[in-house]
């Protein structure tokens, strides 16, 4: 996203969970921070009331497939049906391939329709083999100006997440930076 704005793009992907959703929007709101949550269709569909929460909360949602497809793994048809399966609970033109991974057909077709949105930090949350400081550190160190940071509001990811998401707001709020929604 551009630079020169003292601006950083908060994205989580895979919920909404809704244990572990909400506890993510109240970190946020302490913060004032505006975020963007690239929801799963099928956990918008087991859990409405949560994905509503975020919406209320002045949050942006994009589209993350109905089934969290891989894309390498799927033709293109299906992938394109599944994506707008994900449209019909998912209200967005915001699109994150998930796993990060899809063909250039798939990217041809899907951005007539979706604005496709990758990311410039990982925080793998959601890796086993990383813990919680070795997350901050690697968002720290990769953070810059106008970068969009992943998270994954899941409960593979959250033992990290929760311990780190709270450090980098705290960090980057008293450095002056804002956290806004991807279309703000
Ligand atoms: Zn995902």
Redesign the pocket.
């Known amino acids: 996203m551009p630079q020169g704005n003292k601006q950083l793009y908060l994205t989580f992907?895979?919920g909404p969970h809704p244990e572990i959703t909400p506890q993510v929007l109240d970190l946020l709101a302490k913060y004032n921070a505006r975020a963007t949550f690239f929801c799963v269709g099928e956990n918008v569909a087991r859990n409405p009331k949560t994905y509503q929460q975020i919406l209320d909360a002045g949050h942006l949602t994009g589209n993350?497939t109905y089934n969290?497809l891989n894309g390498w793994k799927t033709p293109l048809k299906e992938y394109y049906d599944n994506t707008n399966k994900c449209r019909e609970v998912v209200d967005s033109v915001y699109f994150r391939p998930?796993?990060g991974r899809i063909t250039p057909f798939q990217i041809q077709t899907l951005k007539k329709e979706y604005t496709i949105v990758m990311w410039s930090v990982l925080s793998y949350d959601y890796d086993r083999e990383t813990n919680a400081e070795q997350c901050l550190d690697y968002v720290m160190r990769h953070t810059t100006d106008g970068a969009i940071i992943v998270f994954?509001d899941s409960e593979k990811a959250a033992p990290n997440l929760l311990k780190t998401l709270p450090q980098v707001l705290s960090h980057y709020t008293k450095e002056g930076y804002r956290f806004e929604r991807l279309d703000g």
């Open positions: 992907d895979d993350h969290h998930s796993y994954h």
